[in-house]
């Protein structure tokens, strides 16, 4: 049964995953770096030598008792290189590799052709729906779904082989890699579901129900690794009360889930199945500045389809594709419902649709094979179509992301490296440069931790502190010096410090993204810098502004300005939006004026009728007089005197009402000549 699947399967399905991989990596290098909880981890493992676990009575336990070898893929990173990211670009190689070669399998299993098996596992890998998998901070998700993928292709394998041998092997080898993988990242527990549902596509419910019968004894020992993950879930949840688990539900896991079941419509299949593909196309047409490399690659994937080829006879019946389709909906189902445990995680693009991935793929891979049965070539040009678009959207990722590094979380690490004092147990950072609030501190990734694992030192604590009073919608505190003692005020509390015992660091307006540290104890392995984007850059016309808002439903890209909240997303109508959240933001942005007089346009959400009244608005210091169009278009003439060449500032003076928490809802800014 599985003899035509083992015969040369790494010559024609593991050549296109290394290929896959290669087209990816080419044009970055190894220059992407962490962000975010990379941070964290890195400091960790040097705080605590051979820290790899968080079982009880390891570091995090109590936060992540239930995915006690989440560090784990970082751990094995470090090892490779600690004072690089490099090998944190080669877990993530494996994990994308061991994604597609596994969902090449399963894709021979269901479809018995190279062609389809091949497609299938490269939608496993780039299926575009999910935003983040491209980054370090789901390192160890991408290796869970990884390992789960590589688990149900030889689970499958397992249940279907001829020698008893083979069967034994495939599921020992199986239980391994699912076992690991829901212990790295607990929520892909509920992909256990897709051997069975595979099964079921392939053979129906009454040739499974023979299969059941004839291979109980394989399919009970398959059973052992689900059983015991979900005996030590319950276990981190009901007894070592998971701190994350615990905390993330609205009114308990299932009921949440149940309670969130529109969301399958809403977020899920709205994602998978329109707007990931509409996005793509979006980037491959609007976002694209030079199409070489995408030719390129273009050409490559229908070489690699076409070519291999093997002029399979279909004698899959209509309904077999109808059960395809409906078990690649139920697998993506499997995959995305652990999310909907909380309500906020629906507005999320980022990891959320990684292990829904397999299931649509197949879905996806059902409807074109079943379109094109009899016409094999074609059948492969529509695939390589799906599956350049979504190569498309992972290198529009990687882009995006080692953009992110090198202009601002490379700088900002560097520059607080070079200042850093070990001798003094606590850092702040008082940041002026309009990068440093949002999103948590996400682009500079983590202040506490970053300057000092770059450095290999373990210092105190660190903060990042702003001119305006804690927000829950925000994570800078706020520093004042009092006599000879430091108050930091931030949502997790009040703290002081003995003047004597910290440093105060200063970033300024004039934050230099080319800027590289003198200490030699930290190797950035490559060189890329955005102007060797393919992609159209935000700023390629600098004579004019523009900044869209993103959030979590895409990017988490910011407009640099202080006193503004994370990136929001709206559901009903899937747009994107930031607020104000302290009387005064600001936005500021490089400027190339042309000596013309200018527009302002601020696109919001609405108006609230206290800015309407009260709001002034300035740029550089001088008044704008302004008024709002069309219910929702903030708009003002802007005269060539008040702009400058290089850095500019617009300010929003009164913009959220007193006693409220923020304000003003913007969408989309832009500044460019009158046309007039």
Known sequence: MTEGLTKRFFNWAGIPAVLCVIALWYQFGFTLGGMIEEWDFLWMMNAVPHFWN????????AQFAARPLQVTPFAIARAVDAHSFLGFHVVLMIACFLRIVAGASIGFFLFRSRTYAIALGLLFFVFPADTQQMTFRTLNISMSIGLMTL???????????????RRTISIILSGVASIVAVLIYEPAITLYALPLLFLFGRYGLRKLLLVRRRRRSIIGLWAVAPLLNAAYLAYSLVVLKSGYQMSVSQRGMLRSIIE?????????????FYEAWTSSLDILVHQTARYGYLVVVAVGVVIVLVGVSDRTRHDATVSRFA??????????????????????????TQRTFMAA????????????????????????????????????????????YTRLYVSVTRPYMSMMADMLDPAKNVHLVRDTTG????????????????AADRLGLITGPSALCTDSPPSPLMSPASCKLEGDVWTVDSIDGVSRYAAKNVQLMKMGDNFDENYRSTHRGWNDRASFTPAQSIFKPNTADQTRYTCLADSDWGYSRFCRGERWSNGMHRMDDHKNYFMAIAPNPTLQFDLKPTGKNYQLSIQTLGVDPYAARNMELLINGMPLKWSVQRDFFIEADVPSRALKNGLNKIEFQRAVAPGAAAGLPVTKVSLAESAE
Request: aromatic fraction near 12%.
């Open 435 to 450: 990068i440093g609030g949002y999103f948590n501190g996400m682009y500079i990734s983590k202040i506490r931790t970053g």
């Open 323 to 348: 059960r395809y389709v409906v078990v690649g909906l139920l697998a993506s189902i499997a995959g995305y419902s652990p999310f909907m445990v909380s309500e906020g995680h629906m507005n999320v």
């Open 54 to 61: 968080s079982f009880p009575g390891n570091p995090m336990s």
């Open 357 to 400: 991935a397999p299931g649509s793929s197949v879905a996806v891979m059902a409807i074109i094979a079943f379109a094109c049965r009899k016409k094999d070539v074609a059948g492969a040009l529509i695939a390589a179509i799906f599956v350049f678009l979504g190569l498309v959207a992972q290198l529009y990722q990687f882009d995006t």
């Open 151 to 165: 688990g149900v292709a030889l689970a499958i394998r397992g249940i279907v082989a001829s020698s008893k041998t």
């Open 260 to 272: 969130n079941r529109r969301y399958l419509w809403k977020s899920a299949a709205y994602r998978s």
